[in-house]
C-alpha cells in the first residue's frame, strides 16, 4: 500500500505562486513515476505535470509550461510543483499520483493517488 498525502494548496490572486507537496508513504519503492492532475468543476481529470524516478525526465501539459515546475526529493519521498504566474483557469483540485512505471501522462496508468488539495485563484 502507497498512500500520498498532498498539502500546499489555497487561495491565491492571479500572477501569484504556490507550491504544491505530496508525500509518499508506505511501499514507496513500488512507486517509479509521479504526476500531477487536476479536476475543475464540471471537467475532467487533467495531466499537469510528471517526473521520472531519478527527476532527470520531465512531462508538462501545454496550459502549464514554462510557468510550472516538478520537482522530487527521494530522500524525502516527496515530489513538488512549483507554480508561478497563476490564472483564474488554474483553478482546480490538484491530486498527486504515482506509478511503478515510468513517466506517463494518462491518469488510467497511475496506480497510487492522494485525496487532492484545493488550489484557487482570484482575476
Known amino acids: 500500500q502507497v498512500r500520498l498525502v498532498e498539502s500546499g494548496g489555497g487561495l491565491v490572486q492571479a500572477g501569484g505562486s504556490l507550491r504544491l507537496s505530496c508525500v509518499a508513504s508506505?511501499?514507496?519503492?513500488?512507486?517509479?513515476?509521479m504526476g500531477w492532475f487536476r479536476q475543475a468543476p464540471g471537467k475532467e481529470r487533467e495531466f499537469v505535470a510528471s517526473i521520472s524516478w531519478n527527476g532527470a525526465s520531465t512531462s508538462y501539459a501545454d496550459s502549464v509550461k514554462g510557468r510550472f515546475t516538478i520537482s522530487r526529493d527521494n530522500a524525502k519521498n516527496t515530489v513538488y510543483l512549483q507554480m508561478n504566474s497563476l490564472k483564474a483557469q488554474d483553478t482546480a483540485v490538484y491530486y498527486c499520483a504515482g506509478r511503478g512505471g515510468g513517466i506517463a501522462t494518462m491518469s488510467r496508468l497511475y496506480e497510487y493517488w492522494g485525496l487532492g488539495t484545493q488550489v484557487t485563484v482570484s482575476s
Open positions: 508506505g511501499r514507496t519503492f513500488a512507486v517509479n513515476d
